[in-house]
Nanobody, 127 residues
Framework: EVQLVESGGGLVQAGGSLRLSCAAS????????IGWFRQAPGKEREGVAC????????YYIDSVKGRFTISSDDAKNTVALQMNNLQPEDTAVYYC????????????????????WGKGTLVAVSS
């Protein structure tokens, strides 16, 4: 059974930083893809970034490029999202999602094409 557990959310002032972590377990294949997604109040969920553990490929949506970095710690089976220069519009519940096997990171992000979801962690950015 695949389990994804997010941690690291919280309240931060605009311009601050947070690091989210997604602990993954139970994938059947040696490689998998993990994406970060967010849902702001009153808005639809959107993909933010994705990491493919096979070829280390990454993808970011335009609004977070240069501010967010997605990375993997293979020894710990975690995928982190380092978020710098946070802005109020980044306020949302952030979810990690995953799927077995290598994947097209852009496709996974844009189409939220994952099979498993974590429960989410809240990121709140004050102005």
């Amino acid at each position: 059974e695949v389990q994804l557990v997010e941690s690291g959310g919280g309240l931060v002032q605009a311009g601050g930083s947070l690091r989210l972590s997604c602990a993954a377990s139970g994938f059947a294949l040696p490689y998998y893809a993990i994406g970060w997604f967010r849902q702001a109040p009153g808005k639809e969920r959107e993909g933010v970034a994705c990491f493919n553990t096979k070829d280390r490929a990454t993808y970011y949506i335009d609004s977070v490029k240069g501010r967010f970095t997605i990375s993997s710690d293979d020894a710990k089976n975690t995928v982190a999202l380092q978020m710098n220069n946070l802005q109020p519009e980044d306020t949302a519940v952030y979810y990690c999602g995953g799927l077995d096997g290598p994947a097209d990171v852009a496709f996974v992000t844009i189409h939220q094409a994952v099979d498993y979801w974590g429960k989410g962690t809240l990121v709140a950015v004050s102005s």
